[in-house]
């Protein structure tokens, strides 16, 4: 049997939906359903029940569905031992990950990656959270650095904890009131206009700190949304307000901000995490996973 046939099957029953489906897979749906019959015919088996309003897996399909996954990362493993074995480890994949995490850990692993294995094609783009988590979730990207909270619930992706959060604090201009502070209280920024990152990306972040500087007794007056971070340092910079976002001095050296580190505990948890599709059955997933454990970005 071809295990493209089974790569258009799992896609297939994982969508349950044959547009949306063939999207994935660059096939029309005319195509994906002439493969899914052909499939159907070899093993004399209906997969799914089809209606004019849903797709549905029949028992046979949800068994067959469970196995074929399984067949695939057999199959997939097999072939990543052998072209490791020969030195010929081939493929491209595409990273997504937000900002600035380009600008410190992602060179020095992209440069590892591809010290140990040459013929690899590496891509990777910047996401808000939301479009990072879209293009995962549609398959357009075989890795995301990314946070927990948005996949624990979902049983077809896997992840592994990461190293490299950072602790929030107020990143001022040099030349504001509180700049000359060793740590400050967000009661203390009650007056202040703030900048943040666009909500329709960073719906988690925006509404927590909305939630956490109204229990502290005020109102977070947010005056403008930057679709980039260089766009809201500039914004802090130029004084249109403050934000509250992890220490960046080390990255953005010439900018005339200061980041002052907040006394208050904001319940922001380190769920940072590694994540791809568990069906995602690309060799270079793990053998990357393998770079990012020795150089100590997973935690064990």
């Known amino acids: 049997m071809d295990t493209e046939l089974l790569r258009y099957f799992v896609a297939a029953a994982e969508h349950l939906n044959f547009s949306e489906a063939a999207k994935q897979l660059y096939l029309t749906p005319p195509t994906l359903c002439r493969h899914i019959a052909q499939l ?106 990314t946070m927990l909270s948005d996949y624990e619930h979902l049983a077809d992706l896997s992840w592994k904890p990461s190293n490299y959060a950072s602790a929030p604090g107020v990143i001022l201009p040099k030349d504001h009131r509180l700049a000359g502070e060793t740590s400050v209280k967000l009661s203390d920024l009650a007056d202040e206009c703030f900048v943040t990152l666009p909500r329709s990306e960073y719906t988690m972040e925006f509404d927590g700190m909305q939630r956490m500087c109204k229990a502290s007794g005020f109102t977070q007056k947010v005056v403008a949304q930057a679709h980039s971070l260089d766009t809201l340092l500039l914004m802090v910079e130029t004084g249109i307000g403050i934000t509250i976002y992890p220490d960046l001095s080390d990255i953005y050296q010439n900018l005339s901000v200061k980041f002052v580190p907040l006394e208050d505990n904001l319940a ?33």
Not at 100 to 108: A, D, I, M, N, V
Not at 117 to 133: A, E, H, M, Q, V
Not at 271 to 285: E, Q, Y
Request: proline share 4%; with cysteine; aromatic share 8%.
């Open 40 to 145: 159907e015919q070899q093993l004399d088996v209906q997969l799914f029940i089809r209606t004019t309003r849903n797709v549905k897996l029949t028992a046979a399909g949800v068994t067959f569905r469970d196995e074929a996954r399984d067949i695939m990362v057999r199959t997939e493993a097999a072939i990543n031992k052998t072209r490791q074995t020969a030195g010929e480890v081939t493929g491209v994949l595409h990273i997504g990950f937000m900002s600035p995490f380009e600008k410190r850990e992602l060179p020095s692993l992209i440069k590892k990656f591809r010290q140990n294995y040459p013929k690899s094609i590496i891509r990777f783009d910047s996401f808000g959270r939301r479009s990072l988590n879209e293009a995962l979730f549609i398959g357009k990207l075989d890795v995301a650095f």
């Open 268 to 300: 922001i948890e380190s769920d940072n995490v590694v994540a791809w599709k568990t069906t995602n059955s690309n060799p270079l997933i793990p053998l990357f996973l393998d770079v990012l454990c020795q150089e100590n970005v997973l935690t064990k």
